[in-house]
C-alpha cells in the first residue's frame, strides 16, 4: 500500500484519510475477494497478507501519533501504539466483511471520531 493523501488540515482528517485508503476496497473488489478466498485455504498467505497489512497501518499510525505528541498530546508507548493498530484493523476487518467491501465513509467518520482519536490523543474530535 502507498502512503495515503493527507490532507494534512488536521489530525483527524488525516487519521479519516488513512482509514479512508485502508478500507476501500472499490478499484478492485473481485481481486481482494479471491485474495481472501485464497488466504483462507493456505494459512502462510494469510499470515504474510496479515503481517503486510498491519505493518502499514502500524507505521502510519506511528506518524500520526508523533503528530499528536507533538501537538501536546500524551505520547503513546508501543504497546499503546500496538492495540491502537489492533483496533484498527480489527474494525476494518469487521465492517468490510469476508467479502472485502468497502466501508461507508460515515461508518469510517463515526469511528474516527469516537474511537480512534480517543486512543490516539485522549480526547474525541470536534464535531
Do not use: W
Not at 11 to 28: F, I, K, T, V, Y
Not at 35 to 51: G, I, Q, S, V
Not at 70 to 84: C, F, K, T, W, Y
Amino acid at each position: 500500500m502507498t502512503t495515503p493523501r493527507y490532507p494534512g488540515t488536521s489530525l483527524r482528517d488525516d487519521l479519516l484519510a488513512l482509514m479512508e485508503q485502508a478500507g476501500n476496497c472499490d478499484d478492485s473488489p473481485e481481486v481482494v475477494t479471491a485474495t481472501m478466498e485464497m488466504a483462507r485455504l493456505h494459512p502462510d498467505l494469510y499470515r504474510t497478507l496479515t503481517e503486510r497489512f498491519g505493518t502499514f497501518v502500524r507505521a502510519e499510525l506511528d506518524k500520526l501519533a508523533t503528530r499528536a505528541a507533538d501537538a501536546g498530546h500524551a505520547p503513546l508507548s508501543e504497546v499503546e501504539l500496538d492495540v491502537l493498530c489492533d483496533t484498527v484493523v480489527a474494525l476494518l476487518a469487521h465492517y468490510a466483511g469476508p467479502a472485502g467491501a468497502s466501508i461507508p465513509r460515515e461508518r469510517l467518520i463515526g469511528l474516527v471520531d469516537h474511537v480512534l482519536m480517543v486512543l490516539l490523543t485522549g480526547t474525541r474530535a470536534a464535531e
